[in-house]
């Protein structure tokens, strides 16, 4: 997020400008204090700029609906579901889950960079953050032979990546 666009969000936050949209009515879940409040929540430009009373230029009545942060998947393997990202997305996002660290380490044993690339392509602009960790040995071991073998300068370009995360887990157990 930019200077001008955080500088943007906290006048909304402040009540300078009103927000896109106002949730009203909410039972808002409260992770921190395990309490459900009601409460309003200010949504500008995509992001919350605030919780409480806000003007908008849009605003919903839930009705006292609950109303709950994503869920957020630590690890996973998506194409050990047999989905591509997109449809990873339609499967996990009614049930909550907001945003996933992947680790594309099957598809680069086979596909190598091609592999990690097509799950970062198809990944974009989807209802769901998909984050993306570098397999660490492509191989897993010397044992496999799936078709594909990546040195970690095969890896680094992906570490510019802006949706890579880092590096995955060690599957290498030999060694």
Known sequence: ????????????????????LVLRNARLINTFSYEIEEAGVAVFEGRIAGIGDYA?????????????????????????????????????????????????????????????????????????????MIPSCVPATHMETAGAVMEAADMAPFLTQPRVRGIAEVMNFPE
């Open 56 to 132: 908008a230029r849009e605003t919903i009545d839930l009705g006292g609906r609950l109303l709950a942060p994503a869920l957020l998947d630590g690890h996973i393997h998506i194409e050990s579901t047999l989905l591509t990202p997109p449809e990873f997305a339609r499967a996990v996002v009614p049930f909550g889950t907001g945003g996933v660290f992947c680790d594309p380490h099957e598809i680069a044993n086979v596909l190598g960079a091609r592999g990690i690339q097509f799950m970062l392509d198809s990944s974009e602009n989807l209802p769901l953050n998909i984050w993306v």
């Open 1 to 20: 997020m930019d200077i001008q666009a955080k500088q943007r969000l906290l006048e909304v936050a402040r009540g300078d400008k009103p927000a896109d």
